[in-house]
């Protein structure tokens, strides 16, 4: 390895001691995030996940600032909305439960309204033939469904409240009562 000379050995220590200032006063920011990308949608990066009773989230979809947010423990879905800008004008806030408390780790995603707006958009009814978004279905929506009864229907309903909705259809095998069988047959009749 060659010999630095002392001007270049000045500049290294110059260069690392602006990396001590610049980490410094990101650890004394105190929202534990920070955005990257100009003119981008934050993109969070969140240090010490679950340290102090705070719970650590990642909030997608209809929002207007998605990422990952540390919150405080005992924190609800209507904070995690909030903390990432607030929801869009086309989400659908009546698909989430705002009033559900959040688990670290987990996502919280807000849909978009169904296109048309009307009583069947808002209830997530899909047109003949059109995958049932498993975001915004009703448990009677579900229980219409090929092999789910109205109890795994409500399962899946509960899962959705509790986890924030569905971030994939293959998601659907963490419902009790929904195995490879019945997640397989129902690949091509669900969305998200």
């Known amino acids: 390895m060659p010999e630095l000379t002392p001007r270049q050995l000045l500049l290294c220590g110059l260069a690392l001691l602006g990396l001590v200032v610049l980490a410094v006063l990101y650890a004394g920011r105190g929202d534990g995030a920070v955005a990257s990308g100009a003119g981008a949608a934050p993109s969070l990066e969140v240090r010490g996940a679950g340290a102090g009773g705070a719970l650590v989230v990642h909030v997608a979809g209809a929002v207007r600032q998605p990422g990952v947010y540390r919150l405080r423990a005992g924190a609800r879905v209507a ?8 929801a869009r004008r086309r989400a659908d806030l009546s698909a989430v439960n705002l ?26 009814a899909s047109a003949p033939g059109v995958p049932l978004d498993l975001n915004t279905a009703t448990v009677d929506q579900l229980d219409e469904l090929d092999g789910i009864g109205p109890a795994t229907a409500q399962q899946i309903v509960s899962y ?26 129902l690949r091509d009749k669900v969305r998200v």
């Open 160 to 185: 959705r409240e509790a986890h924030g909705g569905f971030g994939s259809v293959e998601e659907l095998d963490q419902v009790p009562g929904i195995g490879e069988t019945r997640l397989a047959a």
């Open 99 to 124: 009033a559900s408390e959040l688990q670290d780790g987990r996502q919280v995603l807000v849909p978009l309204r169904a296109p048309g707006g009307g009583a069947a958009a808002v209830a997530g």
């Open 79 to 86: 904070d995690a909305v909030r903390r990432a800008g607030g």
